[in-house]
């Protein structure tokens, strides 16, 4: 196995050591900073007796909230000078949140991103088109930055204008490309409407993320663009990209662990779930000087995949991310996330686009019940074979969900949906009298 | 004297001595590209024969053209592996033109750039703000590098979005910003529509380009800003941003001879004007390893300032760009720029937005009219005083240009615009029968 840095290839022990030595480290660094000296104080922990990783619960839990009310300045870890850059959500509601970075720190950023790359095949020689808005969005200098020290001939393409980018792609023979998953399969669809086969374009690899897709739209993208398609993991808190990567086996992300120590928690208690249970991500930055995050809640779902990659990294690998936190249900004490149940439909072939699913309360008792909208050809008057189906999707929901829905079938394209997407859950639970 | 780097303090010896053992340098490395191979060749010339400054007069001429026609790949001097990025033009009509950069040429971009930004004052310990387009345009990463050089607390805020970048300003005390003349004094007047005043934001320096601006647009926007604005030039075929900036003085723009020869030549006769005065501004890279230009046509139109800067440097001064060797127009022998007569035009206090070159023939002659929209407040009845304005204006446009136009008063808006834009000459000279 090539690796690009010698992290990649530590044991569990070599792991446990170095994120126990950081660990210690980072909570004293940590502590520099106004929100979380108050923090410790108020929680009675000296950052000296962190000593080891199960000193990690008694750390504080970081959420969103937290960043957004120490805004700008009490997350800050480091000297105003020392700073480099910053990046700042774009806030839209509410306060942003922004995320400092020494020049350490952007370079430590950089290793990560290229390992990541380096892991999906990439190499010095491949000619590398970034299509992604830099500024203040870390998809696009997070990447661009790996690129370079990987030592790609990178072309920082930027979003938008897709006639350019297929210019591009094609006159400097571009061998590598980042975009997102609904871009690549638009891009490929302009190509197919020129008359001309999306396939024959350059790139062999596709690193693509920043927005939730199915294993399905990634064998779409490889199919349509005729390359490899390795799903990535990052969010800003944590720097961006290179949280997170696919090896070429693309089976789950390895998470670098000498960087980022990750728990995966139950939204509602944070207590660890199951060993392989899907929770939330929580994750402390192990190397970040100026702003240090100790036991961030992501809000994203993910589960730890059990055994080891065949490509012999014992970082261990999360799933694709299967929805927010905030989407979670609660169903006669059973926690439901609205992509598992997704997941299912989307996977039987007589169900249409779109679906809904209604919280009803009976008495003192929870129900679930899931609208499935069935494709025009399938939804015929038998009431056997729609009867068929109705159990079919009830059966195959019962096992992922361990609570027994109820399923109505109707008509596709007869569930309401507002500005073009689905009102997913609709819960009448709460009665407003 | 504060430096950035000791090649500020070269002096005119030293300067030429490190000109002359790069010019040697760099015309070898160019004739490993096919395109100054072949050109090289044709011209006899042999690279190992260029060991002086007086040589340079025995080297090609390079033109936009040239990049056009030698596009994607024929201006490459180096090995495709050794490449890290690459800028290309827009290209909205023609082929579009490309500039290579190895890890090295990155790196001594940064540094000019950095020693830009510090001789205009800017220290590690300010915040900047980079309002620029990010992606294939140079003065989004070009700038960004700099500032990240310099090791500043860079805001990579983009383009656009003027409440964002108005938040930002305030939220971080940005101290300095980098930001093109048309937009900071928009961003003035959206803060003072808030009945707010622009000088209270915080930052003290501003680097101004990338669209040309007379001195007095540069005193409006120190004045509605409260700070102090640097003129600045660059432009993508000699990397992009970094290629000349103002000292703390104001006069003109140092231009980094130990990085460029620059000369000022005849657009028409491509022979060096005479000390001081107005041509094309040419130029060859001393340092680019991955693609070095020869002598290229920037079609920019500047001089050299006389004098030495009171700062010390020895660097010459460039002054502010006053228009495009392709708008040249040749009356009765004589070069004449539409910007000089504009200049002219706009610093007389009756003269409105407007004004219109005409180009005539009587008999074998040409003649240029200079039609002018008069403020209605001027615009009356009164000959007499039409006619004091007129004469004036006559007598100034003969002092600037040494040919004297007829000149013709109209009322205000009365000249024709497109697109909100004068069409500001018109050739009437070619009878096409
Ligand atoms: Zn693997
Ligand atoms: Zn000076």
């Known amino acids: 196995m090539e690796i690009f840095h010698p992290a990649e290839i530590l044991s569990r022990d070599e792991i446990a050591a170095v994120q126990t030595r950081r660990l210690a480290r980072v909570v004293k660094r940590a502590a520099r900073s106004p929100f979380y000296k108050a923090k410790l104080d108020e929680m009675g922990v000296d950052p000296e007796s962190i000593t080891s990783l199960d000193d990690l619960t008694r750390l504080p839990l970081t959420t969103k909230d937290d960043l957004r009310a120490s805004y700008p300045f009490g997350m800050l870890a480091d000297e105003h000078r020392e700073l480099v850059r910053l990046h700042a959500s774009s806030g839209t509601t509410g306060a942003p949140t922004v995320v400092y970075h020494t020049e350490k720190d952007l370079r430590t950023w950089a290793d990560l991103m290229a390992r990541c790359m380096h892991m999906a095949g990439m190499r010095k020689e491949d000619v590398f088109q970034n299509i ?90 490889e199919e ?9 993991y990052g969010l800003s808190e944590m720097n961006g990209p290179g949280v997170a990567f696919e090896c070429e086996h693309q089976n789950g992300m390895h998470l670098w662990e000498d960087s980022y120590i990750a728990e995966i928690l139950d939204p509602q208690t944070q207590e660890p779930v199951a060993e392989g249970e899907v929770g939330e991500l929580v994750m402390t930055t192990l190397t970040r000087e100026a702003m240090p995050l100790l036991r961030y809640r992501t809000r994203d779902l993910t589960r730890f995949l059990p055994g080891e990659c065949a490509c012999g990294r014992l970082h261990r690998r999360i799933d694709r991310i299967t929805g927010r936190a905030d989407d979670m249900l609660i169903i006669k004490g059973v926690n439901i996330y609205p992509m598992q149940i997704e997941k299912i439909l989307l996977a039987v072939p007589e169900v249409a686009q779109n679906y809904q699913i209604v919280l009803e309360r009976e008495g003192y008792i929870d129900q679930i019940k899931v609208r499935v909208e069935i494709k025009e050809e399938f939804f015929i008057e038998d009431m056997r074979v729609l009867g068929g189906i109705q159990k079919r999707i009830a059966g195959l929901l019962r096992n992922e969900l361990l609570v027994t829905p109820r399923v109505e079938l109707v008509e596709a394209k007869s569930l309401p949906t507002s500005e073009g997407k689905a009102s997913r859950v609709v819960d009448l639970r709460e009665t407003k009298d």
């Open 224 to 232: 349509m663009l005729g390359l490899k398609a390795y799903n990535s």
């Open 132 to 221: 992604a808005g830099y500024g203040l969005f870390t998809g696009g200098l997070g990447i661009h930055y790996g690129a370079e020290r990987l030592g790609c001939l990178t072309i920082p393409a930027g979003a938008g204008n897709t006639a350019r980018q297929i210019k591009l792609l094609r006159d400097f023979n571009v061998s590598a490309v980042h975009i997102i998953p609904s871009y690549a399969l638009y891009l490929a669809g302009v190509v197919a409407e020129q008359g001309l086969d999306p396939r024959d374009l350059p790139p062999r690899i596709a690193l693509i993320g920043a927005e939730p897709h199915s294993e399905e739209a990634r064998r779409r993208i």
